[in-house]
């Protein structure tokens, strides 16, 4: 997969700039706060329906304009797709070879993108929900039906709180209770479903790639906690007891406790919690091989490898991981677009692009 054309009109620092990109590695240049992450984020957005800096679109809007624009032409390996997204007046429509797409789901997942910025270590670093959005991102490009499995159980939660609140005020019967857990079993054991079928994919790449990257020396082990239980038929049996059992709790609480919002992912290196005992480097090794292996997911379904964005990653990783990378990335053919400050990087092949107050320039 891969993007010809990108347009983007007053998004972020850009008012009006076509920018043509090339397969393989575009590089895009520039000193800081010049633009290149906002047309990394825009490429996002336009494949995704969102941004991975900001909640709301009105913080994408040139200063002080009222509506977006932005076009892709993209290449797949047997046809071509347009998107075109437009926000106007806190709206948003999206056209797929310029007709209207009524849900964004219809669109997302057609063509695939992997990011990978220096953020990422959040993964490791940070709480359960980093894991847990890392793992339904890439299962809502993979199977849209994730997206409003979602919503309908964040749905649920949101009415299960709400009794949980009422509750206290003594107003309400188990029985109210016992209604909204049936809907958190429905639909939650459905999300568990897809989380583990992921990660079982992704340790199954993931081990050859972590042992490349550290020279056979260590072992990457990432598994699916499923309401603290590693063994995912168990869990999903418990379900409904482990429901009951909290509900004192819950009740106690004002607080959904049981449910897949609470789920984690553990992430072992040689057996040993890689949050709390892997050193940065190790860390970065990690998030880096977790995110070759989304790529090898894509590949392995699609057949074709997705757009791979990476901001500002190179200069993060020592020269061993960003050679096996970029040897990756280039024996691969993975089309991927590069944002970097300086020269870092010395290339056989690619186009380099100077990033400069919200101009481009292609390097000739
Ligand atoms: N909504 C906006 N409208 C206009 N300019 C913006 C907007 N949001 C950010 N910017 C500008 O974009 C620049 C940052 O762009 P960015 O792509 O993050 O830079 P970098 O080249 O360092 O990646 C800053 O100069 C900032 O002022
Ligand atoms: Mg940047």
């Known amino acids: 997969m891969m993007i010809n054309n990108l347009r983007l009109q007053n998004f972020r620092n850009y008012q009006d700039v076509t920018i043509k990109f ?15 992450t906002n047309i990394i984020e825009g490429i996002y957005y336009l494949l995704t329906g969102k941004s991975y800096r900001v909640q709301r679109e009105q913080e994408l809007l040139h200063w002080d304009q009222s509506e977006f624009h932005l076009f892709g032409d993209f290449l797949m390996a047997h046809h071509k797709v347009s998107l075109e997204s437009h926000y106007k007046d806190k709206r948003k429509i999206v056209k797929v070879n310029q007709v209207p797409c009524q849900r964004l789901s219809d669109f997302v997942g057609t063509i695939n993108v992997i990011f990978f910025s220096p953020d990422d270590l959040v993964m490791i670093k940070g709480g359960p929900s980093e894991r847990r ?13 994730h997206v409003s499995l979602l919503n309908s159980y964040n749905k649920v939660l949101q009415q ?3 009794l949980l609140k009422s509750f206290a005020a003594k107003s309400l019967k188990y029985s109210q209770l016992q209604l909204w857990n049936e809907q958190i079993i429905k639909y939650g054991q459905n999300i568990i479903r897809n989380r583990v079928e992921l990660t079982k994919r992704l340790q199954s790449v993931a081990d050859n790639i972590y042992g490349n990257l550290s020279s056979q020396k260590e072992k990457l082990k990432v598994t699916y906690m499923a309401l603290g239980n590693k063994n995912i038929d168990e869990a999903i049996s418990k379900f409904p007891q482990l429901l009951d059992d909290k509900l004192e709790q819950e009740i106690d609480r004002q607080m959904v406790l049981v449910g897949p919002h609470r789920d984690d992912v553990q992430i072992l290196l040689n057996d040993k919690p890689a949050r709390l005992y892997a050193s940065q480097g190790q860390q970065r090794s990690i998030v880096l091989c977790l995110k070759l292996a989304e790529l090898e997911l894509i590949r392995q379904e699609k057949e074709e490898y997705p757009i791979l964005l990476l ?22 053919r993975i089309q991927t677009l590069i944002t970097m400050t300086s020269a870092e990087i010395h290339l056989e092949s690619g186009t380099l692009y100077f990033v400069e107050k919200g101009h481009i320039r292609r390097e000739q």
Request: glycine share 10%; aromatic share 8%.
């Open 311 to 332: 901001d500002d990653v190179l200069s993060e990783l020592d020269r061993f991981r960003r050679d096996y990378l970029m040897n990756f990335i280039e024996s691969s």
């Open 160 to 162: 299960k709180s709400a």
């Open 133 to 145: 959005r890392f793992l339904d991102l890439h299962i809502a490009q993979m199977r849209p039906g």
């Open 22 to 36: 090339m397969p393989g590695i575009n590089i895009l240049m520039g000193d800081n706060g010049q633009g290149k």
